[in-house]
């Protein structure tokens, strides 16, 4: 396997990921805003609201046995940008609902098959850029 098709095969998996998110926040309650929402300050992977929540997911997906779990993944520079770009869309779109921001850890299988999956709401403290977990 090339390079290129290595890279392509983990943003397969991680579109993948994503979309097993929607599904999952839709079966839950949620009404899926955008995905990919992007601001000068960097890219929040799923915007969903339910009556009282507007959630911003950042999803991880990784396969089984990774050396390092999604969620290590995400770093307090990247919770930095992510808070700023949540501040972004918060100024540009008005809702009286709770912001929250949740993390996401998905495991895929090679046939991007879900294997495991962790799902934490509310993951960052007070949004000062400190995750709780």
């Given at each position: 396997?090339?390079?290129?098709?290595?890279?392509?095969?983990?943003?397969?998996?991680?579109?993948?990921?994503?979309?097993?998110?929607?599904?999952?926040?839709?079966?839950?309650?949620?009404?899926?805003?955008?995905?990919?929402?992007?601001?000068?300050?960097?890219?929040?992977?799923?915007?969903?609201?339910?009556?009282?929540?507007?959630?911003?997911?950042?999803?991880?997906?990784?396969?089984?046995?990774?050396?390092?779990?999604?969620?290590?993944?995400?770093t307090s520079s990247k919770l930095k940008k992510f808070i700023?770009?949540a501040a972004d869309y918060l100024a540009k779109h008005n809702t009286d609902?709770?912001?929250?921001?949740?993390?996401?850890?998905?495991?895929?299988?090679?046939?991007?098959?879900?294997?495991?999956?962790?799902?934490?709401?509310?993951?960052?403290?007070?949004?000062?850029?400190?995750?709780?977990?």
């Amino acid at each position: 396997m090339t390079g290129k098709q290595y890279d392509e095969k983990i943003k397969e998996r991680g579109k993948a990921g994503e979309k097993y998110i929607c599904t999952y926040l839709a079966k839950n309650g949620y009404n899926i805003i955008c995905t990919n929402y992007s601001s000068r300050y960097g890219e929040i992977d799923v915007i969903a609201e339910n009556e009282s929540v507007i959630a911003f997911v950042e999803v991880k997906t990784r396969k089984p046995n990774s050396l390092a779990s999604g969620l290590e993944s995400i770093t307090s520079s990247k919770l930095k940008k992510f808070i700023k770009t949540a501040a972004d869309y918060l100024a540009k779109h008005n809702t009286d609902k709770q912001p929250r921001i949740d993390c996401v850890q998905v495991i895929m299988s090679d046939d991007n098959s879900v294997v495991d999956l962790k799902y934490i709401e509310n993951a960052v403290d007070d949004w000062s850029g400190y995750l709780k977990f």
